[in-house]
Structure formats: C-alpha cells, structure tokens
T-cell receptor
C-alpha cells in the first residue's frame, strides 16, 4: 500500500535558521504530493502541493520539489519565524486520484524560538 | 464563507454514552471525510462520503456511524463510547477534481473516561 514517512520531531530552530523537513513516500506511478500545516488548536490547511515529477510547490517562503528518483518531497524554508511554529504533515494522493485515498504522514512538530 | 465548521470543540463522555459530532461545510463540496488524530500519529480516515446519501468506511470505522442527508452536513455518531475513542476528530471536505486540497474544520477534542 501507499505510505508517507516523515522525519521524527520535534524540530527546534532559532529564528532565521534554515529549515528542512524530510518526507519520503511509497506509491506506484506518479502520486500527487502535499504539505499541510496545523497551527496550535486548528485544523490542517494546505501549505503547498506538486502534482508531477520535478514540480516545485511554494507558498509563504516554503518550498518543496517533487523528486521521483528519490521518492521524496522535502519541505524547506530559508529563514523561519516564530509564527512558523506548527505541525507539518506530508501527504499523497495516488496516481489516478481517489478522493478517499489521501495518505498522511505522522507529522513533524516545528518549534521556532526567538 | 465559513468553510468547514465543527461542533462541539470539546467534550467529555463517560464510557457507554453516545454523542454526535456535527460537521457542516458551505462550499458545496461533494466529498466529505471524518478523521481521527491520536497523539504523535497521523490522521486515520474513519468514514467518507462522495455525495448526499452515499457513505463508505475508511480505515478505522468500528464504533462509529455516519449519515449524509444533505450536501452540507456530515455528522459522526459514537454509539457506545470507549476510552479508545479518546482523540481529536477532524472533518474535511474536497471539491471536484482529483488533486484538490482538503479543507479541514477546527476539530473536536473528545475524551472518554
């Protein structure tokens, strides 16, 4: 079956540090890949997505590139802020879609300290 | 638009009690979902619906029931609450298009004692 593996958290960084959160996946073909963010006390919201190989998703200074050869979709940000403190989830929808088949990773908690 | 709304935000139940978690969306989305999120875990799909009158089981449906009488509403019913159902429950919806994002509600934190 499909799976998404994220790096263990929590990740603690100082403000303005560089962020990488690793995400790798197992799926056949070319799934669509997503990063969701969950701020404290809230539901998940889409941060960025990529629907084909070599696509780069970006939003709010965050970027992730769909790497088919390494089955990865790592999240990066050049300079984190305290307001980026949240839990980040990597997710996929399998090739061919499937509304019931979104697979989420376990989430990586990011804490940014001033 | 309010998006996806859920009530209540918090609830404490005793073992064996029942309750309904409410979910409403105002985006005219056909697809709706219920997930549970346990500490340190990802989201597990409980039930989903592809339109009014159509529901199906997800990964962890035991102990829950759903109905979908309208496009807007997708309530989740717990009949005999058990401590294993202590979790945070999220409702979500998606519009047409296979790769559309899911819109999530703010969640319901349920504790069963």
């Amino acid at each position: 079956g499909n799976s998404v593996t994220q790096m263990e958290g929590p990740v603690t960084l100082s403000e303005e540090a560089f962020l990488t959160i690793n995400c790798t996946y197992t799926a056949t073909g070319y799934p669509s890949l997503f990063w969701y963010v969950q701020y404290p006390g809230e539901g998940l919201q889409l941060l960025l997505k990529a629907t084909k190989a070599d696509d780069k998703g970006s939003n709010k200074g965050f970027e992730a590139t769909y790497r088919k050869e390494t089955t990865s979709f790592h999240l990066e940000k050049g300079s984190v802020q305290v307001s980026d403190s949240a839990v980040y989830f990597c997710a996929l929808i399998p090739d061919g879609g499937g509304y019931q088949k979104v697979t989420f990773g376990t989430g990586t908690k990011l804490q940014v300290i001033p | 638009n309010a998006g996806v709304t859920q009530t209540p935000k918090f609830r404490i139940l005793k073992i064996g009690q029942s309750m309904t978690l409410q979910c409403t969306q105002d985006m005219n989305h056909n697809y709706m979902y219920w997930y549970r999120q346990d500490p340190g875990m990802g989201l597990k799909l409980i039930y989903y619906s592809v339109g009014a009158g159509i529901t199906d089981k997800g990964e962890v449906p035991n102990g829950y029931n759903v109905s979908r009488s309208t496009t807007e509403d997708f309530p989740l019913r717990l009949e005999l609450a058990a401590p294993s159902q202590t979790s945070v429950y999220f409702c979500a919806s998606t519009g047409r298009g296979s790769y559309n994002e899911q819109f999530f509600g703010p969640g319901t934190r349920l504790t069963v004692l």
